[in-house]
């Protein structure tokens, strides 16, 4: 679900939840939609979008028309250093 996709979803109202998800150092985001089907945000080349930072994420999810957001850190640790592939 790239930028684009969700912008269609987020006008259209089809958005139901949202969720950024801190796992380790990275830092991701999901949707659901009204229909129930949960989904990844992704880049438009199709990989996982992430971010460094949890407001970094939050400002983007808020730029594109989102206000509330659920967060979850349960699995989070803010000084792990992330690995590069």
């Known amino acids: 679900m790239h930028n ?3 912008q269609g979803l987020v006008e259209a109202g089809a958005v139901k939840a949202v969720s ?3 796992n380790g150092a990275i830092i991701h985001a999901e949707i659901c939609t009204l229909s129930g089907d949960k989904k990844v945000i992704t ?3 199709g ?3 992430t971010w460094a930072s949890i407001d970094s994420a939050a400002k983007w999810l808020k730029k ?3 206000g509330t957001i659920k967060l979850e850190v349960g699995k989070w640790s803010p000084n ?4 590069t592939f």
């Open 4 to 6: 684009k996709m969700l």
């Open 47 to 49: 990989s996982i979008k």
């Open 20 to 22: 950024i998800i801190a």
């Open 64 to 66: 594109v028309g989102l």
């Open 80 to 83: 792990q250093k992330s690995m």
């Open 43 to 45: 880049t438009h080349a």
